[in-house]
């Protein structure tokens, strides 16, 4: 389990798969100076959401439990990632699909 931190503020434990995708898509964005809308759903004890405002000023630190450069990404989810996080909704922690060769 890997955790997101925003501003030393607001931390956020996602498991190291899913935060290896995101990082690819949050680093893309905020590379281009793009801020955008990040939202996720809380643990089931706290529930709801939680959104944050992502800007390339913003202190992020991401942290993984284990090496991020053994995971294999999944192309079409850092696409549908993208995708949201291009939409006026902004980035949402979606399941992952199916890879194109059928797998995940």
């Not at 925003?6 to 995708?21: E, F, G, K, Q």
Request: hydrophobic residues 40%; glycine residues 6%.
């Amino acid at each position: 389990m890997g955790t997101l931190t925003y501003d030393s503020t607001t931390t956020v434990d996602i498991d190291d798969r899913d935060l290896a995708h995101l990082q690819l898509v949050i680093v893309g964005k905020l590379r281009r100076k793009e801020c955008f809308l990040f939202t996720w759903e809380n643990a089931p004890a706290a529930g709801g959401t939680t959104s944050i405002w992502m800007h390339p000023a913003a202190n992020l630190t991401l942290s993984f439990s284990e090496s991020s450069r053994q995971l294999r990404i999944n192309r079409a989810w850092v696409e549908e990632l993208a995708v949201s996080a291009n939409s006026a909704r902004g980035l949402l922690l979606t399941p992952e699909p199916a890879d194109d060769d059928g797998s995940r």
